[in-house]
Each structure stands twice: as structure tokens, then as C-alpha cells.
């Protein structure tokens, strides 16, 4: 079992900049894809962007290509969503999700196909 724990989300102007932090547990985080998924109000859930394990591949949607980055760092167990030029269309709770099919050769864009999800953070862009 794979526990995911998102934190860095809050309240920012628009133009702003966020950095998601995702800590996994467990040992086999390194040879898991990860990816970043958000949900506004009244919306459903949309993938945001997708890392390989690896971290050599990485795939993002096109509302925040360009704007958004994601990164992993193994050896700590955590993957990042580094937000820049924020927009209040962007507001809406992010939830990292991971997928236990281990050293998987592509980017999972599919929410059905990740098997762990965590409790997701809030961001919220003013305009």
C-alpha cells in the first residue's frame, strides 16, 4: 500500500507562482509513474501533467503547458508541480496519483489507470 501526502497549496494572485510537494511512502516509489490531477467546483477531475519513473518523460495538459512543471526526486520519495503564471481558471484541488504497475515504459494520462491517490490541496488564484 503506497500513502501519498500533497502539501504547498494556498491562496495567490494571479501571475503568481506555487510549488506542489507530493511525499510518497513506501520503497518502490522510484519505479512508479506519478502524475497530477485537479478538480474545480462543479467540474470533473482533469489530468494536469505525468512523469515517467524514470523522470525522463513528462506530459502535461495544454491549458498549463508552458506554465507548469513536474519533477521527481527519488531519493526523497517526492514528486513536484512548480505552478508559474497562475490563473484563477487554474483554482481548483490538485491531487497527485500514483501507479503501482512498476518501471511502466510511458506517462499515464488516464485517472483510471492510477491505483493510489492522496487527499488532495487547494489552490486558489485571485485575479
Known amino acids: 500500500q503506497v500513502q501519498l501526502v500533497e502539501s504547498g497549496g494556498g491562496l495567490v494572485q494571479a501571475g503568481g507562482s506555487l510549488r506542489l510537494s507530493c511525499l510518497a511512502s513506501?520503497?518502490?516509489?522510484?519505479?512508479?509513474?506519478m502524475g497530477w490531477f485537479r478538480q474545480a467546483p462543479g467540474k470533473e477531475r482533469e489530468f494536469v501533467a505525468g512523469?515517467?519513473?524514470?523522470?525522463?518523460?513528462?506530459y502535461y495538459a495544454d491549458s498549463v503547458k508552458g506554465r507548469f512543471t513536474i519533477s521527481r526526486d527519488n531519493a526523497k520519495n517526492t514528486v513536484y508541480l512548480q505552478m508559474n503564471s497562475l490563473k484563477p481558471e487554474d483554482t481548483a484541488v490538485y491531487y497527485c496519483?500514483?501507479?503501482?504497475?512498476?518501471?511502466?515504459?510511458?506517462?499515464?494520462?488516464?485517472?483510471?489507470?492510477?491505483?493510489?491517490w492522496g487527499q488532495g490541496t487547494q489552490v486558489t488564484v485571485s485575479p
Open positions: 513506501g520503497r518502490t516509489f522510484s519505479s512508479y509513474a
Open positions: 512523469i515517467k519513473w524514470s523522470g525522463s518523460t513528462t
Open positions: 496519483a500514483a501507479d503501482r504497475s512498476r518501471f511502466r515504459s510511458n506517462v499515464i494520462i488516464n485517472s483510471n489507470e492510477y491505483d493510489y
